[in-house]
């Protein structure tokens, strides 16, 4: 057991909640964020709105659980949007609920829950990358720390002039390299401005992440849920293993030279000319009307 700085006591155990099987991904009810699926867009709300949406060790075992589970749950949750409540995104992990327990382990020496959670926490981010469908980071107000993260390890970002993203882990004495960050954000924006962002922890406006390459759009704030929920639900009509091969293979080819993502390409769409999405465009095209794709 370790104490926090108000004298309770903490388990340490704690730091890093097990994972918890989601049978049904499209019918789950989340607990410790907003999660609704309709139309084949699935909407994961990060809903603690008073504090600009921090995360806990709870909810960040959620979101892991969750994106796990979605692989599952691919012909019925075809998109996912990820977004925050009362206009700001996400302000990174809770500082009472998950810094204040974190140092409390640092005093008592142990070493292992904080690396129990911090595996979590990228764990969060491999099962984002894993899972099949297209995430769409809405992105309103703060976005700082995990909750960068968040938007960065999302496939597609959204934003308003008024959003701040900052990598701001130096500012708590941390290393920047965290949850990927060290590989994603280079890829993202270039290794000089991903340098630039994690060494200083400094806010990205929202015309500035634009011009970067981070965000894909800005809209106006007011016009932020309907535009992600557009752009999920135009993805979501698309061929969902089709989308989800394009996913895999912009991972994959991260590590590959050319001549060995041209092969791996050659083979990914060998395999989606076998699907019934295939057939459904072509006959679809010869009818003269728009192909009605059913992820299969």
């Not at 699926?37 to 969750?66: C, H, Q, W």
């Not at 749950?73 to 996912?80: C, E």
Request: charged letters at 20%; one cysteine or more; hydrophobic letters at 50%.
């Amino acid at each position: 057991m370790s104490s926090t700085s108000s004298g309770a006591s903490f388990d340490a155990a704690t730091v890093a909640p097990p994972p918890q099987p989601i049978a049904d991904a499209a019918t789950y009810r989340a607990r410790h964020i907003g999660w609704a699926v309709a139309d084949g867009v699935g909407t994961i709300t990060l809903d603690r709105p008073e504090r600009k949406n921090p995360l806990t060790f709870d909810s960040y075992a959620e979101l892991r659980d969750l994106f796990r589970a979605l692989g599952a749950a691919r012909r019925t949750v075809r998109a996912v949007v990820i977004a925050g409540a009362g206009g700001n995104f996400c302000s990174g992990g809770d500082v009472h609920e998950i810094i204040g327990p974190l140092v409390a382990c640092q005093r008592a020496g142990d070493m292992d829950a904080l690396l129990r959670f911090t595996r979590m926490t990228g764990d969060v981010v491999k099962a984002m990358r894993a899972c099949p469908q297209p995430i769409i980071a809405a992105v309103d107000g703060v976005c700082a720390g995990a909750g960068a993260i968040l938007a960065m390890a999302s496939d597609l970002r959204i934003g308003t002039a008024r959003s701040a993203t900052a990598f701001l882990f130096v500012r708590v004495g941390l290393a920047g390299a965290d949850m990927g960050a060290c590989a994603m954000l280079p890829r993202i924006v270039g290794h000089g401005r991903a340098s630039e962002l994690l060494f200083t922890g400094r806010a990205l406006g929202g015309e500035e992440a634009l011009a970067w390459g981070f965000l894909n759009r800005l809209v106006a704030p007011e016009d932020l849920a309907a535009a992600a929920r557009a752009l999920a639900g135009e993805i979501a009509a698309g061929p969902g293993f089709a989308h989800a091969m394009t996913k895999t293979c912009l991972a994959q080819e991260w590590d590959m030279g050319l001549e060995a993502a041209i092969e791996a390409e050659a083979q990914a769409q060998a395999i989606c000319m076998q699907t019934a999405d295939f057939a459904r465009a072509y006959h679809a095209f010869a009818a003269r009307r728009r192909p009605v794709f059913e992820g299969d």
